[in-house]
Structure formats: structure tokens, C-alpha cells
């Protein structure tokens, strides 16, 4: 590594620090703004509201990072060529493809902490944010699901008519059974209560059957009392927690904790499994990003402006609106199955590695 090296990654990666603090500084004085009003409502403590911020800076530091990086290669980028510091290089025998270097080093040292942070380290913070933002800032919004359906153990299948969270009450309970894709059991209840001391369901009204073939209904000893009764207490190997609407619930899951809540949702059958598969590919496209955007980066401020360095910013900026606008659609199409998740993820970086490598065909050399 040359002295040209180190003075360009030293350059990258401090401006890219400050960029970071400057704009998380102003979204959290933003969002401070929006939610002063509910603090003073809640009687939160300075101390509460430090240690939810405390939460809440490291997640949108990642959340910014790769527009964080593009801004900070044009600003650096723009100014060296603005004082003829590219040109003096490029006059040197040093060709574009090697000047890339310390900018790959230093993509590669942002990307390697981003996939750390992002994978396993702010996950673990949000999880208390999210705690924190459901206590204080959702508590009275409250949700409810109709017709759900799940398969909790192999070959059995769950069915609510309705469930509330605020009461953890559902109505016209029904637990299926199947061998060799026959119905061999059913226990129905007209409905189900979550026992917080007990930590069990509460079935109320119940009734269960057994079946001995497609014609023939046999009487069963499920409990002593026989086949019916007004409450009966029973392990599920599922909680409130199942049916909870869980906005943006991902945000509070590693990698690892992603891919075993993906398996558990494709086993139950549920819905909206596409948004957390999109969130898992994007955990692992996020690193190549930065390298996409840093080769931009390069590229469109490499070339010295009579205007001096506001032209490149500014298209620096543009850029980044146009990626994150197609990021946002695309994600969007595959949150709604419209697109496949693996295919929103890197579809960006695909795109935007093309129109890279026609825009190089351009820089000086």
C-alpha cells in the first residue's frame, strides 16, 4: 500500500464517518421533534429517552450507510479533482484502474462493518427500540386478525375465526389433525383464552372427535370428562405472539434469527413471508451496494468542473434519489409477490454495476 493509498482511504473513510454523524444528527433531531409531545404524555425520564436513542442512532447509521458512502466518495472524489490532484495522478502513470484501489480497500473496511453491524450487532438494539416504541408510542393501537390459518406441527393445522390482542381472545377455535392426508382428529372450541399465569390456551365450549374412517365419527376419552366440556387447558405450540401484527418486526432480527423465523412461517403457511425473505437478501446485498456505489462515486467525480465540485455533489445526490427510489419499488414488488425476494434485492446493484461500467467508459485516463 502506497502513501497515495493510505491518503486516499484516510480521506474516504473520515469524510464518510462525519457524513454519517451530520446526518444522523439531523434525523434524530428531526424525530425528537415529532415526538417530544409523546414523551411529555408518557412522563418519560431523560434517562429513558437517552437509552431509547441510544437504540434508535445505530439503526439509522446503518440504515444511511450506503447513500452515506456514494455522498462521501463524490464529495472526496470532487474535490480532488477540483484541485487537480486526479489529473497530477493520472499524469504520473498511475491509470484509473489502480487510483480504484484505496477506494476498494476502503469500500471493503465499510461494507465488512456494515454486514457485521447490520447482521448481528444492531438487530440486538432494535429489539429493545421496538419494545420501547410499542409501549410507549403504539400501546393503544391495537390489532386483530380475521380467518387465520396455520399449520403448527406436522400435520396439524390450526384455524381462528378471530383473534384480538388486546383481550388475547380468539373465537371459533378448530385443531385439525391429518394422517395420510385423511382428517383423523378435531378439537374445536367456540373460543380460546391466552392464561397469562398459566401460560397456557383456555379452551371454552369445546369439542373434540376422532375419526375412524371417511364414514364413521367413535367417540373419544380425551379427559375424564368425556368428549366436551365448558374449559379445558392445553399446551399449543404456539402464543399471542403468532398473531401479532409485527411491523417491521425484521428490524429486530439477526440473520440467523431471519432464516429460522422464514422456515417457521413457510411450515405454518402464513402470509407475508415474502417481506422477511426480502429483508434477508438485502442484509446480504447491502455490502456488494457499497461497492457499487462507490464505483459510481468515483466515476462521476473523477472529471475536474470549471464549477468546482456543487455540479458533482449535486449529481451525486441525484443519483442516490434514483437508486433509492428503484430500490424502494422494487422491494415493494416483492413485499406484495409480485417480484421474487432474491430478485428485489440485487436487481438494484445489477442495474446500477451496468450503468457504472458504460459511465467508465468515459473517465479520464
Request: no cysteine.
Amino acid at each position: 500500500m502506497t502513501i497515495l493509498d493510505r491518503y486516499i482511504i484516510k480521506k474516504i473513510l473520515a469524510t464518510f464517518f462525519y457524513v454519517v454523524l451530520i446526518l444522523v444528527a439531523i434525523i434524530t433531531v428531526i424525530d425528537i421533534t415529532e415526538k417530544i409531545d409523546k414523551f411529555a404524555t408518557n412522563n418519560l425520564s431523560t434517562a429513558q429517552v437517552l437509552s431509547y436513542y441510544g437504540d434508535f442512532i445505530p439503526w439509522i447509521a446503518g440504515l444511511i450507510s450506503p447513500i452515506t458512502v456514494f455522498i462521501a466518495i463524490v464529495f472526496v472524489t470532487g474535490r480532488m479533482a477540483a484541485h487537480t490532484e486526479i489529473i497530477a495522478i493520472l499524469s504520473s502513470g498511475v491509470s484509473f484502474r489502480r487510483l480504484l484501489v484505496p477506494y476498494f480497500i476502503a469500500a471493503f473496511v465499510i461494507a465488512g462493518l456494515s454486514f457485521f453491524l447490520n447482521g448481528w450487532v444492531i438487530p440486538k438494539s432494535n429489539q429493545e427500540r421496538l419494545v420501547f416504541e410499542m409501549q410507549y408510542f403504539k400501546k393503544n393501537n391495537l390489532y386483530s386478525r380475521n380467518n387465520i390459518h396455520m399449520q403448527i406441527e406436522p400435520n396439524v393445522y390450526l384455524f381462528l375465526q378471530y383473534f384480538n390482542n388486546q383481550s388475547n381472545t380468539g373465537t371459533q377455535f378448530s385443531l385439525e389433525r391429518f394422517e395420510d392426508n385423511r382428517l383423523i382428529e378435531k378439537l374445536s372450541a367456540e373460543n380460546i383464552v391466552w392464561d397469562t399465569t398459566k401460560q397456557k390456551w383456555t379452551l371454552r365450549f369445546w369439542k373434540r372427535k376422532q375419526v375412524d374412517s371417511i364414514f364413521q365419527i367413535r367417540q373419544s376419552s380425551f379427559t375424564k370428562f368425556g368428549e366436551q366440556g365448558e374449559a379445558l387447558d392445553t399446551t399449543l405450540s404456539i402464543s399471542p405472539k403468532d398473531f401479532e401484527s409485527n411491523d417491521r418486526g425484521y428490524d429486530g432480527m439477526t440473520i440467523g434469527e431471519l432464516s429460522t423465523h422464514i422456515d417457521k412461517m413457510r411450515f405454518r403457511g402464513s402470509t407475508g413471508v415474502e417481506v422477511y425473505e426480502v429483508e434477508k437478501h438485502i442484509r446480504f446485498a447491502t455490502p456488494f451496494t457499497i461497492f457499487v456505489l462507490v464505483f459510481m462515486g468515483a466515476i462521476v467525480s473523477s472529471k475536474k468542473s470549471r464549477g468546482g465540485t456543487g455540479f458533482q455533489i449535486a449529481l451525486g445526490f441525484f443519483l442516490s434519489f434514483i437508486f433509492i427510489l428503484f430500490f424502494t419499488m422494487t422491494r415493494t414488488y416483492a413485499e406484495t409477490g409480485a417480484l421474487p425476494p432474491f430478485l428485489a434485492a440485487w436487481l438494484p446493484n445489477g442495474v446500477f454495476t451496468i450503468i457504472s461500467l458504460m459511465m467508465y467508459k468515459y473517465v479520464p485516463r
